[in-house]
Nanobody, 123 residues
Framework: QVQLVESGGGLVQAGGSLRLSCAAS????????MGWFRQAPGKERESVAT????????YYADSVKGRFTISRDNAKNTVYLQMNSLKPEDTAVYYCAASDFRIAIMVSHFSSWGQGTQVTVSS
């Protein structure tokens, strides 16, 4: 199983930007789809963005399209989430996850999870 550690969360004003990073260890993740998910208090965990094993295909939730960008560097075993034009409704704990599949979108397709990083957007 792969171990995942997220970083880059914090407090930012609406309209600002943050870049989340997720470092993987334990096994190579270059064959795995990766994803970013978030969970706000009282809400279910939702997919934010996913990227297939070689970075050639991405998925974004409608709520973040045009504002967030997912990318990966397989040489560094790291996946990123660039978040621009942040809104208060983006406030949540953000989780990085690895799938056992080369392409995946749904939460249930991801088997390895990080501990999460808090993102808070003030209005």
């Amino acid at each position: 199983q792969v171990q995942l550690v997220e970083s880059g969360g914090g407090l930012v004003q609406a309209g600002g930007s943050l870049r989340l990073s997720c470092a993987a260890s334990g096994r190579t993740f270059s064959n795995d789809a990766m994803g970013w998910f978030r969970q706000a208090p009282g809400k279910e965990r939702e997919s934010v963005a996913t990227i297939n094993w070689n970075g050639g295909s991405t998925y974004y939730a409608d709520s973040v399209k045009g504002r967030f960008t997912i990318s990966r560097d397989n040489a560094k075993n790291t996946v990123y989430l660039q978040m621009n034009s942040l809104k208060p409704e983006d406030t949540a704990v953000y989780y990085c996850a690895a799938s056992d599949f080369r392409i995946a979108i749904m939460v249930s397709h991801f088997s390895s999870w990080g501990q999460g990083t808090q993102v808070t957007v003030s209005s």
